[in-house]
């Protein structure tokens, strides 16, 4: 007699970081498509070789909604990506049964985050990436940065510059989460050592949503790299 898991047949859309790519889901797509899921993994606009950028959130959302399937969904989004989730989750919440918001934030950004944004924005179109790397060599493990090395060399100064004012411009989702209660299933995953959205930003997502929390020990803010296995193992024991 076979002892092992049953298989599930269900949906997991994943939405990568800035500014990275889909191939940042590697490790999460092979096990969640072990565990019998059918995994949704898109690159966004100006990332992975996709050709465009990203004006606005809440458009880029909606020409997605046009390309997935009726549903039941799952969400798993990380930064970025969790911010695209809050949109995706504002216009049609009902598309969608579990959302993982990881390392990411429900608040819209400050005055000074915008402006912060907006001078990156001049210099990725006037340098080029070439500064993205310097900072994501420092800020990042070295295993972490060797995966993601490549895929922020993929990205384009466009794609780079309106993925960083469609973040500038988006709305405080707050209001959004208590919507989700009882309706949408929220898991909030967190590295300890996340600088960038830390955890007591991520307890404020599972707070308002009705949700849980799970603090991955010795992770930064792309804990599904710098701690691959344990954030696999959280996102399937809440997803299955």
Do not use: C
């Amino acid at each position: 007699m076979s002892t092992s898991s049953p298989i599930s047949s269900q949906q997991t859309l994943l939405l990568h970081a800035y500014p990275l790519a889909s191939d940042m889901w590697a490790a999460q797509r092979r096990a969640l498509e072990q565990a019998g899921h059918t995994v949704i993994a898109p690159d966004l606009p100006g990332f992975g070789g996709m050709p465009g950028n990203m004006a606005r959130l809440h458009d880029t959302a909606s020409e997605l909604l046009t390309t997935l399937p009726a549903g039941p969904l799952n969400i798993v989004g990380l930064s970025m990506g969790g911010y695209l989730a809050f949109e995706l989750l504002r216009q049609e919440p009902e598309r969608f049964v579990r959302a993982v918001l990881a390392d990411t934030s429900a608040r819209a950004d400050t005055p000074e985050k915008k402006a912060d944004r907006e001078a990156q924005a001049v210099r990725v179109l006037h340098e080029g990436t070439d500064f993205l790397l310097e900072s994501a060599e420092q800020e990042h493990p070295a295993h972490t940065f060797a995966v993601i090395k490549p895929l922020i060399q993929q990205a384009t100064p466009q794609g780079v510059a309106g993925a960083l004012r469609a973040m500038a411009a988006r709305p405080d989702s707050r209001d959004l989460l208590p919507s989700l209660v009882d309706k949408v299933a929220v898991l909030g995953i967190v590295g300890r050592k996340d600088s960038l959205t830390p955890p007591e930003i991520v307890s404020e997502i599972v707070g308002l949503s009705g949700g849980q929390l799970a603090i991955i020990e010795g992770a930064g803010h792309l804990s599904n790299l710098d701690k691959e296995q344990d954030f696999t193992r959280v996102m399937l024991e809440f997803l299955d």
